[in-house]
């Protein structure tokens, strides 16, 4: 629970959280179809606010048609709803290549809509075996050139005054974010903490988020809930509070050690299963709900709705 003297932090949401109704980004997209799009981004807005929100992380999916019009009505609406607005962009995903942009595009979209901080995956193929490949020569050699494609946009940054915040994404490690962040020595590029990504390449979170506090300036604040059984381990998303990574404690980490991280940004994925479609949708947003619930009541995260 927030002392009675400690100044609460916004809490934003990551627009995947509500992947099902086509925002964020789609799963499979390559191979298969994106999700459809059953609301729009002013819908969010709406419901960012109705539900007690600061703000929300968006993708180049959202903001479609990515006209000047559009992007300055987004902008307009974002003010309209008291809402900042966070980018999340890619370099090459490996499922939704609309979410996929240059660092100069990424940050000019930023400005257009008012947002003050880009977040970047670096999207980086691994070599296989994927154990024990941490600073692989494979991995430096992209690593370096995602360096050199941040450090020709930091004129740019600077002159749009924007925050750049990469991320342990599915495909690398915490060691590896680092030495990018440190090797580009900006105050203003940070890392951003995913809590589960660190799975995906067989890190353990709280050594990932261990690692990597001292240089973040942005989260996503996920959990999951490891499962074992006949067809192996996996790991599913559910709401934030009720899995096996210490939400609770790690937001205290960030507090005491983020120095930069000014927010906090729930991300959600829940598991579909044998429901249809418009079942898992009603579910996501439940999970949802339940996850900024726990945040703001048991957590004391959020400046709205308290």
């Not at 916004?10 to 298969?32: D, Q, V």
């Not at 979410?99 to 691994?126: C, H, M, P």
């Not at 440190?182 to 903490?193: E, F, Q, R, S, T």
Request: net charge negative.
């Amino acid at each position: 629970m927030m002392k009675n003297s400690e100044k609460p932090m916004p809490l934003g949401m990551h627009t995947y959280t509500l992947h099902l109704s086509g925002f964020g980004e789609s799963w499979g997209f390559k191979s298969a179809h994106a999700f459809e799009k059953t609301q729009d981004l002013f819908w969010m807005m709406d419901r960012a606010v109705e539900w007690g929100l600061d703000g929300l992380h968006v993708t180049n999916v959202d903001l479609e048609p990515m006209t000047p019009e559009n992007l300055a009505k987004v902008k307009a609406e974002a003010e309209a709803h008291g809402l900042y607005l966070e980018v999340n962009a890619s370099f090459n995903a490996p499922s939704d290549p609309r979410v996929n942009a240059t660092v100069d595009s990424a940050l000019r979209t930023a400005q257009a809509i008012g947002a003050d901080l880009v977040k970047f995956s670096l999207d980086i193929e691994r070599p296989r075996p994927l154990y024990g490949t941490c600073m692989h020569p494979d991995v430096m050699v992209q690593l370096t050139d995602r360096y050199e494609q941040f450090k020709a946009n930091i004129p740019l940054m600077e002159e749009l005054g924007i925050i750049i915040s990469i991320e342990n994404h599915c495909d690398t490690y915490a060691d590896e974010v680092i030495w990018l962040v440190k090797k580009l020595n900006h105050p203003d590029i940070g890392a951003c903490i995913d809590t589960i990504n660190s799975l995906c390449v067989l890190e353990g979170p709280e050594a990932a988020v261990e690692k990597m506090l001292p240089y973040a300036n942005c989260c996503h604040l996920c959990d999951n809930e490891l499962r074992i059984d006949h067809n192996g381990t996996h790991s599913i998303g559910v709401p934030v509070g009720t899995g096996d990574i210490d939400c609770a404690r790690i937001v205290q980490q960030f507090k005491e050690k983020s120095p930069k991280m000014k927010r906090i940004t729930l991300e959600n994925e829940c598991e579909v299963g044998g429901m249809s479609m418009e079942e898992a949708r009603q579910k996501e947003i439940e999970a949802c709900i339940k996850t900024i619930n726990y945040l703001r009541d048991e957590l004391g995260l959020g400046v709205k709705g308290r």
